[in-house]
Structures are given as C-alpha cells and as structure tokens.
C-alpha cells in the first residue's frame, strides 16, 4: 500500500508561473489536508477537505487553492507563484477528522526564483 | 480560533536523560491533542495522541504525554532518551468545533549527544 503520493517531490519555479502539486492516496479517507513546512514556524494547514466535493481554507489559504473532485485526489494550485511560497510542502489524509491521526506524504520541495 | 505554543525551540540532551517538551494550546472547548515526530528526512509520523479519558497516554518507543485541562498543556515526556530520539516534535490541536483544522505547533527540535 502506497499510502499517500506527492508529485513532484522537488521542483525550482519562476515567480509569475502556476503551479499544481499532486496528491493521491489510496487508503479511501474522507478527509485531506495540505501543509507548509517552513524553519521554525512547524507546519502551517493551507486548505482542507473533510470529503470528496468540499474544501475549506486554513490557517494560510491566501495564494493558493485546491479542488477535491473524488476521494483520492487532492491538487494544491498556486495561480502565480511568488518568493514567499518556497516551502515544502505536505499533503496528508485521515480517516476522519475525529480520528486524529494524519498519515503524511514525502514532501513536495518548492523553490520559487 | 485554536492555536499551539511550543516554546522550546531546540532541546540538547545526552543519552539517558530525561525529556520534557512543553506545549500549551489555546481553544474554548473540547479538544483532540497529538504528539507527532519527524525523523531526519522522514515524514511525520504519529506518536501519540488524546481524545478523551485517562489524561496520561502512552505512545510509541516509550513516550507518553500528560493532558493538564487546568493548563492547557500537553507535555511530551520519556524518561530516558536514546540517541534515536534525535527529531523534531510537534504538537498538534483539533478542537470539537472546527474539527477538520489540525493545527500544528512551531515544532521543537531535540538533539541527542551519544
């Protein structure tokens, strides 16, 4: 079992450029989530999806967004990337949101130029 | 809204020493509490978590955790750390309420001398 998979797990971007980040999992959680990792801030939650069809916004939404058209899948879009979104950045899933435990990707590391 | 105070920032200890790692969170209601870690070019894992009775809970690889509602504390704790233990910790907070919104702590890192 694969679990959760990021694409690509690094990439250089110019400022100005879009940009989707890929998240697939194949546990059929309902629930999904994408953090930003960055020294000394711990992770901070960008957007969310308790189910396939919904999406809410996190602690650090703006610049960024996401669709969740089935359950497996789960896209991070930056429309026009800027300095300030070099990150790495974590896609994870769970059963539920009242399960608590969240299993993680491998990272996607962004560098924006 | 909910938020999560680590405030030790990086933790040095030698082998066998004892380990506490604060974390105060902030939320008016009932709330989920988790310990994760992250090992050197891992992804997080989880360590251990609270949701409701007993308020010492044991996690993986001999840690366990203290749910003080007074304080609003979670503290991470092992008794006697390897040097294995070398990762950073976060503590993590979902309230009843806004329950899809895991919120992360700044994260603190430890370091083990051999």
């Known amino acids: 079992i694969a679990g959760i998979t990021q694409a690509p797990t690094s990439q250089i971007l110019a400022a100005g450029r879009r940009m989707t980040l890929r998240c697939t999992q194949d546990m059929r959680h309902n629930a999904m989530y994408w953090y930003r990792q960055d020294l000394g801030l711990g992770l901070r939650l960008i957007h969310y999806?308790?189910?396939?069809?919904?999406?809410g916004k996190g602690e650090v939404p703006d610049g960024y967004s996401v669709s969740r058209a089935n359950t497996d899948d789960f896209p991070l879009t930056l429309a026009s990337a800027v300095p300030s979104q070099t990150s790495v950045y974590f896609c994870?899933?769970?059963?539920?949101?009242?399960?608590?435990?969240?299993?993680f990707g491998e990272g996607s590391r962004l560098t924006v130029l | 809204a909910q938020s999560v105070s680590q405030h030790n920032h990086h933790v040095i200890l030698s082998e066998a020493a004892s380990l506490e790692l604060g974390c105060n969170y902030s939320?008016?209601?009932?709330?989920?509490l988790f310990w994760y870690v992250q090992y050197p070019g891992q992804h997080l894992q989880l360590l251990l978590k609270?949701?409701?009775?007993?308020?010492l809970v044991k996690g993986i690889k001999g840690f366990e955790a203290e749910f003080i509602k007074s304080k609003f504390s979670f503290n991470l704790r092992k008794p006697s750390v390897q040097w294995s233990d070398t990762a950073e910790y976060f503590c993590?907070?979902?309230?009843?309420?806004?329950?899809?919104?895991?919120?992360f702590g700044s994260g603190t890192r430890l370091s083990i001398r051999p």
């Open positions: 939320y008016g209601g009932t709330v989920n």
């Open positions: 994870a899933s769970s059963a539920g949101p009242q399960t608590g435990e969240l299993f």
């Open positions: 993590a907070v979902n309230g009843y309420s806004s329950a899809s919104k895991i919120i």
């Open positions: 999806s308790n189910t396939a069809g919904t999406t």
């Open positions: 609270y949701f409701s009775g007993d308020p």
